[in-house]
């Protein structure tokens, strides 16, 4: 096969395929913009003495708030900024996986005339690189703009990054390096084509007995050493930062990989309990194609953990603050105010488009993956109206299951591993924690219903009877 | 038998605990066309896929072109496939968002050739199958009869020594299918091919020199009808 040959075979030919490519190259550009900025902040702590807060005065003669200053809190920044990272990064590997039903369709309809398996893994792989170089291209601008809106835009004292300077781009080559390497990796080892099995091309299997004892085994194995280092941190408060930082990343892989599909599986179980048909019907969806609605559910958690942690710091810093400083002492709520509004502000923000987009995403893969089933059910008479209320039972259950667990964990493994958790004056008490609890899962709640009418026509494209023909 | 380019011997495939093939045998000779015929569920479409390749058998043997097709690994199988064996499918399968022209050149294309010549020569077979003019066109926009008429270009645009077809009519009308069996069986008559022809239409497989009937994964029996 010759170059030529293999990029027009790799090549995203339908505008829906660039979208998708153009969108996971934006989010890998967010990623690698982020981590640059995570590198930036790293060499802040402690390096640059704090000033003492004045009342009403900066902060610091470089502008930048204390929390990036400040050597421990300046860990707990970075493992947050990382965490936003692991979002934005799941969200761009939805982005990758988003129509892999149709790319596994394509892969194997190029088997079958011919191509070897090293060169559909090929064409995979070219196909997955090029998006993500595109990606880590975009990481330098996306760094300057993260610049703009962390340290240029906020005032004094609440700047989180200091101007960049040109070495600071230093990273960038290797960022378009890493991301390179991961698009091959997901080439290669998610866009395996449908062989040996059965020519109808593309056709997922059923999960398995076997499958759900391989995805409960590997959640065990992830999740053992993620409970034995939260146990650790709470043995050992003084490595607390370490020892919870190691257990976010865990959590960030664990997530979407394993405890995405479990949960959403679980769910179904759930649904099918309830026995009305809509629940039955949306179950039925679920146990056939658990892998979008896994996924999706994964980056769910990961916000809700990230969402809890937030909450959870910003409350125990409020406590310590509390503790130590009168309430009336001005300086102390404008830090306070600086500290929560960039934060939170951030954190709303990122994990609102993040939420809003994964919940879109997944439900646009399964209005395409599933248009067979859906054009049969409407040739059975079920009408549109039930079919949406099926789509949006199946995306909202497991969802929201997965926010307000997500939630519960950050809250919970960033309280109990503080050593000064104990004196929290009531902010985080059952009736926050409820509203932290609660209002995730509301806004899912609200995303999909408004996202069910928005995706109304696309619901009835995939009632076509035309769809009946597809394999 | 020196001619044969299709030689099976006791195949057996199961699908989990379902037999498809219980220790089938069938020969197909250079210029021959052969029905396979049978019920739903016979094994007829198992069988195709293992004769071409596609599927592997959990015992017998299969030969095919003087490959032993178990003895040689999946690329293998693959280039083989690719170069002296044309399938046509049932739904056509060709590659989505592909523009037609480059659909039929697919098998040169992965084989090394260049795109221009691979593109002049799936001009030509889309001339001789009558989908000129479509060549930009991608398979979403065409009916499934013309689908079916780019797969059977696509089929045998390498020259191959066997074509195996598994119900390469079913989503045609009457007339499509005459013209898409005509254009077949005119092609594979031409260069003294073989065609293996699955089909459950008994009008199609009269048109075959010899019928094999299965019947629950055997072969029930077979009629030489030229």
């Not at chain 1, 096969?1 to 829906?16: C, E, G, H, V």
């Not at chain 1, 004094?156 to 040109?166: E, H, Y």
């Not at chain 1, 593309?202 to 007995?209: C, K, M, S």
């Not at chain 2, 059977?152 to 066997?162: D, E, N, Y």
């Amino acid at each position: 096969m010759k170059t030529a040959t293999a990029l027009l075979l790799a090549r995203p030919a339908s505008t829906a395929d660039r979208i998708r490519a153009w969108s996971a190259a934006v989010c890998l550009g967010i990623a690698g913009g982020l981590i640059m900025i995570a590198i930036q902040i790293t060499t802040c702590g402690g390096v640059i003495p704090p000033t003492p807060v004045g009342p009403g005065g900066p902060f610091s003669a470089t502008g930048l708030s204390p929390l990036v200053i400040e050597e421990d809190i300046n860990l707990w920044i970075v493992g947050l900024t990382l965490l936003l990272t692991g979002l934005v990064l799941a969200l761009g590997w939805q982005l990758l996986r988003l129509g892999s039903d149709a790319r596994e369709r394509r892969m194997t309809t190029l088997w079958l005339a011919g191509a070897t398996p090293e060169q559909t893994s090929t064409i995979a792989v070219i196909d997955s690189v090029r998006t993500a170089v595109l990606g880590g291209l975009l990481a330098g601008p996306a760094y300057l703009l993260l610049w703009v809106l962390l340290g240029a835009l906020p005032p004094a004292g609440v700047k989180m990054v200091l101007a960049p300077q040109l070495t600071e781009l230093a990273p960038w080559p290797i960022v378009i390096l890493l991301t390179a390497l991961v698009g091959a990796a997901a080439g290669k080892f998610t866009c395996q084509p449908v062989i040996s099995t059965s020519p109808r091309a593309g056709r997922r299997t059923l999960w398995a007995g076997s499958r759900w004892a391989t995805h409960t085994a590997a959640a065990l194995v992830l999740a053992t050493p993620a409970g034995v280092i939260l146990a650790l941190g709470m043995i050992d408060p003084g490595g607390t930062g370490v020892w919870l930082f190691g257990g976010m990343l865990l959590l960030i892989v664990a997530a979407p990989v394993v405890l995405g599909v479990l949960a959403v599986m679980w769910s179904a179980q759930r649904l099918r309990a309830h026995g009305t048909p809509i629940d039955v019907l949306a179950a039925a969806v679920l146990t056939g194609v658990p892998g979008p609605t896994g996924r999706a559910v994964g980056v769910l958690w990961i916000c809700g953990f990230g969402v809890g942690t937030v909450t959870a710091t910003g409350g125990i810093d409020l406590a310590h603050r509390l503790a130590y400083h009168p309430a009336e002492d001005e300086s102390f709520m404008d830090f306070f105010t600086a500290y929560t509004l960039t934060l939170l502000v951030e954190w709303t923000l990122v994990g609102a488009v993040v939420i809003a987009a994964t919940l879109a995403l997944s439900m646009v893969e399964r209005l395409h993956d599933a248009r067979r089933t859906i054009a049969s059910l409407a040739a059975l008479g079920v009408d549109a109206a039930t079919l949406l209320r099926v789509l949006r039972r199946q995306l909202t259950v497991p969802s929201m299951a997965a926010m307000a667990s997500g939630t519960l964990a950050g809250v919970a493994s960033l309280s109990l591993s503080m050593p000064s958790s104990n004196n929290l004056p009531g902010l985080l008490d059952l009736g926050v924690l409820a509203a932290v609890l609660v209002l995730p899962v509301l806004f899912i709640y609200l995303v999909a219903i408004v996202l069910a009418s928005a995706l109304r026509p696309r619901l009835r494209a995939a009632m076509d009877p035309e769809n009946l023909r597809t394999v | 038998m020196s001619d044969a380019v299709l030689t099976m011997a006791g195949v057996e495939y199961a699908y989990r605990r379902t037999a498809a093939l219980r220790g089938v045998s069938m020969t197909a000779r250079a210029g021959e066309i052969v029905a396979v015929t049978g019920p739903s569920g016979s094994g007829k479409s198992t069988l195709l896929h293992i004769a071409s390749g596609v599927l592997r058998p959990q015992a017998g043997t299969v030969r095919l072109l003087d490959h032993d097709l178990l003895s040689i690994g999946e690329a293998d199988r693959c280039r083989l496939r690719r170069r002296e064996v044309g399938i046509v499918l049932q739904f056509g399968q060709l590659v989505p968002d592909l523009p037609l022209i480059d659909n039929v050149a697919l098998p040169l294309l992965l084989d090394g050739n260049d795109m221009a010549g691979a593109r002049t020569a799936a001009a030509g077979w889309l001339e001789r199958v009558q989908l000129d003019g479509m060549a930009a066109v991608i398979p979403a926009e065409l009916s499934g009869g013309q689908a079916q008429r780019a797969a059977v270009a696509r089929a045998l645009i390498t020259g191959p020594a066997v074509v195996f077809a598994d119900e390469p009519t079913g989503s045609t009308d009457l007339l499509g299918g005459e013209l898409l069996l005509d254009l077949l069986i005119g092609a594979v008559r031409e260069r003294n091919a073989a065609l293996v022809l699955v089909t459950h239409d008994n009008t199609i497989a009269t048109r075959a020199d010899r019928e094999v009937r299965l019947r629950d994964g055997l072969v029930d029996h077979e009629v030489r009808l030229t």
